[in-house]
């Protein structure tokens, strides 16, 4: 860092940072904030400072940054039900409500099918007879319904504004899955942001845009998100309104990422088990 950086921020930090009582703490708080994203941009204008120290002043203001301000919606299942306050609604799968777990779900984990070049015929037959009596379970009430989908997707319709801040408390029972979820706009649920979270995979984190045409890939924790059971993960995903984007894990900021692609209001929430045992223990959605 040079020393002119250094002379700009931290006087002024200190400055910004004097004591306050509580009917000014949120006022405070915001006077500091604003100061230091105009330090930062004033450095970046003048380039004052190196790359990495402005990537770490950006990371502090978003791990301690409040939630915006107005509350869409908050759940921690403890009433034992999702169907109501707030209102859930499942479109495939099974969900429950455990004390462990809050609201579970478990999709069994499968492997790739060999390449069908590679299949005998009689290989294709069995697999053809063997997806016909899956279909027909699948109609034959919830239980084998859940046993039988090779996903599980509930959502949440619910008003959220294009700037977001979404905290989550994830249990998972390991080795392996993958969790998809995210605001979505439209009643197909197709388009809006995805967040994929995988503990036990090479890729644990990653962030899409979904469109009517498939999925573009925004960003990308390329590192492995340990898995673990017995405690929660906490996951913090902040979007501001210039389509700025950061994920932060366990209070560590993992992905940092700008997109301007979908601009308009969501209608809601999903959360998609493509593949595990999750169970999302508390939620709370804030919007603009």
């Known amino acids: 860092m040079r020393m002119t950086a250094a002379v700009l921020i931290i006087p002024a ?23 230091l994203r105009a330090l930062i941009r004033e450095g970046e204008r003048r380039r004052a ?19 915006l301000g ?37 999709v069994e984990l499968r492997s790739d099918p060999p390449p069908a070049e590679k299949q005998a015929e009689g290989d294709i037959t069995s697999a053809l007879l063997g997806e016909l009596l899956e279909r027909s379970l699948r109609g ?33 029972r390991g080795p392996k899955g993958r969790l998809v979820f995210g605001p ?27 469109t009517r045409r498939g999925e573009k890939l925004i960003a990308s924790y390329k590192k492995p998100v340990k898995a673990r059971e017995g405690r929660a993960y906490v996951i913090e995903w902040i979007r501001e309104r210039n389509g700025e984007m950061s994920v932060l894990l366990d209070g560590q900021e993992r992905l940092r990422a700008s997109d301007l692609g979908q601009r308009g209001v969501f209608n809601g929430f999903l959360l998609e088990n ?15």
């Open 13 to 35: 930090l200190l400055a910004a940072h004097s004591p306050a009582g509580p009917a000014i703490a949120d006022a405070a708080e915001a006077d500091l904030t604003g100061r």
């Open 49 to 67: 400072a190196d790359r990495w120290f402005l990537d770490e002043l950006r990371a502090i203001l978003r791990r301690h940054r409040r939630p």
């Open 70 to 106: 107005r509350e869409v919606a908050r759940d921690d299942f403890r009433d034992g039900d999702y169907t109501r306050s707030p209102g859930w609604q499942v479109a495939s799968g099974r969900f429950d409500v455990t004390r462990r777990m809050g609201l579970t779900s478990f």
């Open 140 to 172: 034959k009430g919830r239980g084998a319904r859940s046993g039988a989908s090779d996903r599980a997707e509930i959502f949440l319709p619910r008003k959220i504004s294009n700037a977001f801040t979404i905290r989550m408390e994830i249990a998972f």
């Open 184 to 210: 979505y706009d439209g009643r197909r649920r197709d388009r809006g942001y995805r967040l994929e979270f995988s503990p036990g995979e090479g890729n644990g984190l990653a962030i899409h845009r979904a």
């Open 274 to 288: 493509a593949g595990g045992h999750f169970g999302l223990l508390e939620i709370a959605i804030h919007g603009d």
